[in-house]
């Protein structure tokens, strides 16, 4: 056993930062610059709730301006401190530089258990908090705009979004204020699913490089992988139901608050999904056996394991004991530096959070450009493209008729041909073109040089060189 102590979530990213940078060749200086958090507010408000004031806390931290706006989820949570909020704040700005989102990194969060409160004392809540935060210019479409993060979701970036929008009663541009809004209030569709989806092409993509498969001990395809999942929130939830439906996979342990899952001949997540929305947790879920211990499944046999729940799980102490070749970090931080030393001597590769789980502010990008551009993506080039994929289909049916026997168009292409991408295709495709493009350029930096030995490090590396080519360029 180790006696080293366990780095705290802000110590952690730190140290992963400083592994990287130390194979980099940076100007003096410009290491520290690029590591610590800008600014972080704390914002202390009171709101009047069942006949006495409550008072809150919450934070938005601002870890790196190098490009604007700001970007980073809004946490509604009891774990929420200043050194959480900053160690999500800096993943946020390493994330968007590896996924090429224009952006600098931001985080918020709120210290609540929003379970406690009814809809219209969320509501008020969230107002207030926005409030706090839209007076500082913390919320504001050119300079930093919020996203949902563990405990948020489309219900409150509406109120969000409608609270800033009334504070700037004549800005053309506030509904590019916060992003995952409901479609029907100036969101984008995919953006609910979007975290989860890029989970599933980012194992799709991993799995397209065999020698990467081969690190990790395995072979094949994603098809028939065992998965383990803890947290079926918005990212677990996603990526289990597509990587269940549309690649094959057997969700063998789903772990929640309550406790764990398991079943080796696999579970139907939607049917999970559906009990905890009726009885508030797994337990008493009837096609698999419920553990108290959650944690004690994340250590079980299988091929792939994804936390997406909080951080800090996979740590010093269970490290040693977790038998997943593969672990996708769905969540942020789910495993510590500390922890991510003994993995990597191991032989378990690890596809990073900032990776991994990028697919939400890679949507997000879409919806701030689809609400500064006033259009809906797709709307002027749709029933185009659908006049000119007619042509070629009515060319098709004359060869058709000419060949008789010969030849025949198969049964479904016409239909499939003939449509025009719709918006959720579109960022559909361009979540996958990124998740692929940002993979691509991870793995060669892990394979090209001998001292990267993880994906995390070629992460770091890719994403240090960006932020500091943009510094540079501003002549820092
Ligand atoms: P969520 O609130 O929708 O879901 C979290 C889930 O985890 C819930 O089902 C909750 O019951 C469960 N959970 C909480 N504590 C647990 C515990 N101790 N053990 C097991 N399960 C537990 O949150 P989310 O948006 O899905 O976020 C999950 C993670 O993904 C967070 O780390 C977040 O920062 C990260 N993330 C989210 C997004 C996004 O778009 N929502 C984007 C990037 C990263």
């Given amino acids: 056993m180790s006696t080293k102590t366990e780095p705290s979530f802000r110590e952690s990213v730190d140290l992963m930062f400083n592994h990287a940078v130390a194979l980099m060749d940076l100007p003096p200086g410009l290491e520290e610059k690029i590591r610590v958090c800008n600014a972080t507010y704390t914002v202390r408000f009171g709101v009047r709730l069942r006949g006495k004031i409550e008072t809150f806390t919450g934070y ?25 909020v900053e160690a999500l704040a800096a993943l946020m700005t390493y994330k968007c530089a590896l996924v090429e989102a224009p952006f600098g990194g931001s985080k918020g969060g709120l210290r609540i258990d929003p379970r406690q409160y009814e809809e219209h004392e969320m509501e008020q809540i969230t107002r207030r908090f926005a409030y706090e935060l839209a007076k500082r210019d913390l919320i504001h479409p050119s300079q930093n705009v919020p996203a949902p993060d563990m405990g948020t979701g489309e219900r409150e970036m509406a109120w969000i979004a409608d609270q800033y929008r009334r504070m700037n009663t004549t800005d053309i541009n506030a509904n590019a204020c916060v992003t995952g809004k409901p479609a029907h209030a100036g969101g984008i569709q995919g953006r609910v699913e979007a975290t989860g989806r890029g989970v599933q092409y980012a194992l799709r993509e991993f799995f397209r490089h065999p020698e990467d498969v081969a690190k990790a001990g395995m072979s094949g395809k994603l098809d028939g992988k065992r998965v383990i999942v803890q947290g079926l929130g918005n990212v677990g939830y996603h990526a289990a139901t597509f990587l269940q439906h549309e690649d094959g996979c057997r969700i063998t342990g789903i772990i929640e608050r309550d406790g764990a899952l398991f079943n080796p001949d696999g579970i139907d997540v939607e049917s999970v999904r559906s009990w905890i929305v009726k009885h508030g947790g797994v337990t008493g879920y009837p096609d698999a056996t419920h553990t108290a211990s959650g944690a004690a499944v994340l250590e079980e046999d299988c091929d792939i394991l994804i936390p997406a729940a909080l951080e800090g799980v996979i740590n010093m102490e269970n490290a040693n004991r977790i038998k997943a070749p593969l672990i996708i970090e769905a969540a942020n931080g789910p495993v510590t530096a500390g922890a991510d030393e003994i993995l990597r001597e191991k032989g378990t590769v690890i596809i990073p959070d900032m990776y991994a789980n990028a697919g939400g502010v890679t949507v997000s990008y879409f919806e701030w450009v689809k609400n500064l551009s006033h259009i809906r993506f797709g709307r002027m080039q749709r029933r185009q493209e659908e006049a000119r994929h007619q042509l070629v289909v009515d060319e098709l049916s004359r060869l058709d008729e000419y060949l008789g026997d010969a030849w025949s168009m198969t049964p479904d292409f016409k239909e499939k041909y003939l449509r025009g991408a719709d918006e959720l295709e579109l960022v559909r495709s361009g979540l996958d073109d990124t998740m692929r493009t940002a993979y691509q350029k991870m793995s060669q930096v892990w394979h090209e040089r001998d001292d990267v030995k993880d994906l995390r490090t070629a992460a770091y590396i890719i994403a240090i060189e960006r932020v500091s080519s943009s510094y540079r360029a501003k002549g820092l």
């Fill in 60 to 84: 938005r931290s601002v870890h790196s301006e190098h490009m604007e706006p700001v970007k980073g989820g809004i946490r509604f949570a009891m774990g929420v401190n200043q050194d959480e």
